[in-house]
């Protein structure tokens, strides 16, 4: 699934931000860093599941995506430590 929002905080922050969450906040399923980038972020779970969040500047919010197939859950709970500036939304 795909989520999305905008938030108050730079891409960076939010990169920073998930690369912390998902290795610290949630013990059954934790991931970790596989790939990443000024905007991006790639982290894989033990299993080979994935979880790949961007981040970047639109005008004055900060458009955020996040996509995976397993980390929905924990996804959800990542966005909402988040400053956000608009509904997540879930595709």
Same mark, same amino acid.
Request: charged share 20%.
């Given at each position: 699934?795909?989520h999305?929002t905008?938030?108050s905080?730079?891409?960076?922050?939010?990169?920073a931000?998930a690369?912390?969450?998902?290795? %610290?906040?949630?013990?059954?399923?934790?991931a970790?860093? %596989?790939?990443?980038?000024?905007?991006?972020?790639?982290?894989?779970?033990?299993?080979?599941?994935?979880?790949?969040?961007?981040?970047?500047?639109?005008? *004055?919010?900060?458009?955020?995506r996040?996509?995976?197939?397993?980390?929905?859950? *924990?996804?959800?709970?990542?966005?909402?430590?988040?400053?956000? *500036?608009?509904?997540? %939304?879930v *595709?």
């Amino acid at each position: 699934m795909i989520h999305t929002t905008t938030v108050s905080l730079p891409p960076a922050d939010v990169v920073a931000r998930a690369q912390r969450f998902f290795a %610290e906040r949630v013990p059954n399923s934790a991931a970790f860093l %596989e790939k990443s980038g000024p905007n991006f972020v790639t982290l894989r779970g033990q299993g080979g599941e994935e979880v790949v969040i961007s981040a970047w500047e639109d005008n *004055a919010v900060t458009r955020v995506r996040g996509s995976t197939l397993f980390f929905d859950q *924990a996804l959800d709970r990542f966005f909402s430590t988040l400053p956000l *500036a608009s509904p997540v %939304e879930v *595709a």
